[in-house]
């Protein structure tokens, strides 16, 4: 077991990439999510290979899916102790899309970050709860994101028809009153892997809102987030269709617009859907092109019934799911944590199953493949790690 580095707040990890911006190179950092152990260890190989710092993010879905927060937190630890490569990556801990309660459990369980998105009330409600966790956090050392406007799309539990835009001038005024650290902003991007004509972006938002932090000389203290902002890369979707996937109508943020936004001033990128439609991309692929692998591995067996349809997936309101139309892992993979909560946070090689341990790898390297991708050709982090290592 190697000596297990340090879970840093966002706060220095977003301060690099505004550092390296301000010498004309405009950065960003990648947050990626998390569910189970695999896509932990793909996401920090991706940082490593990058020598980027990272966000690694779970929601409250992912914290209940792995029986909870203190879970998700030692399986993340777990990952950096058992890779040599990984000591070298700052990272934060973080909840993606928390209320009071979730926020508050993280803080008592380890995380180094929360968000509280309290978007859905009004303007000064939105500020008290947000106040209530930046105080909890603060007290311990943490960082603290809020969403200010709303993104349209599903993300969770939280659904937005359409997009609620923030207003720049109640940035300053919102960060000044509720003590957050980060800042979620509407300005046209949406959760989900059907995103709608991204072109038509607003980014003056995010010019605006970044300018009048600037004028505050705050932006060494106070980042814009951007959510909603995976590709969904189109060769991914012809993948996974190419093995029996069944989406339709599927667009993302392009990686230039991604860029203009960072150079706009988004110092946090969210990804999410990017990375679900590559590990079921490369699931899909794998049940394929080795048919009788189920007949020798009793997981993917299971796994295999739920995208045949003889094991029924319910979204969140109870509905079956098509099974051409599933895309987020937790919905194909639940069948095992049913049976043993802790087969998805754990080194697959204890389950002795050779399929499901390669299989598990794969994802493990196409989950590195993108968000190295992403690091180094798209969010210029490339070789951040040392910086936030000395400004720490």
Known sequence: ???????????????????????GSPAAIGAFNVNFYAQAVGILAGLARSGSPGIIQASKGACAFQGGAEYIRGM???????????????IALHLDHGNYESCKQCIGD???SVMIDASSLDYEDNIRQTRRVANLAQKRGLSTEAELGKLAGVEEDIV??????????????????????ALAIAYGTSHGANKGNTAKLKLEIIADSYGYITDEKKNLDWFIVGHGSSTVPQHLVD??????????????????????????????VNIDTDLRLGITAEVRKYLKETPR????????????DCFTGKTKVLDSSGNQIEPGKLVDPRSYLQTLVDKDTRILREDYAKQG??????????????????????????????????????NN
């Open 1 to 23: 077991m190697t000596k297990q580095p340090s879970i840093y707040s966002m706060i220095p990890i977003l301060r690099a990439a505004e550092q390296r911006s301000l010498s």
């Open 76 to 90: 993340v630890k777990n990952a950096l102790g058992n890779h040599e490569s990984f000591s070298k990556v700052p």
């Open 110 to 112: 380890g995380f180094s």
């Open 160 to 181: 937005n028809d359409k997009t609620t835009y923030t207003d720049p001038h109640e940035v300053v005024d919102f960060l000044y009153q509720s003590g957050c650290d």
């Open 239 to 268: 993948e996974v269709n190419a093995y029996g996937g069944t989406l339709s109508e599927t667009s993302g943020v392009s990686e230039d617009m991604l860029k203009a936004a960072i150079h706009a001033g988004v110092r946090k």
């Open 293 to 304: 692998v189920i007949n020798k591995s009793e997981l993917l067996s299971q796994v295999n």
């Open 353 to 390: 199953d050779f399929h499901f341990t390669r299989l598990m790898h794969r994802i493990e390297e196409r989950v590195a493949d993108h968000v190295f991708h992403l690091t180094a050709r798209v969010f210029n982090s490339l070789e951040l790690a040392d910086t936030v290592k000395n």
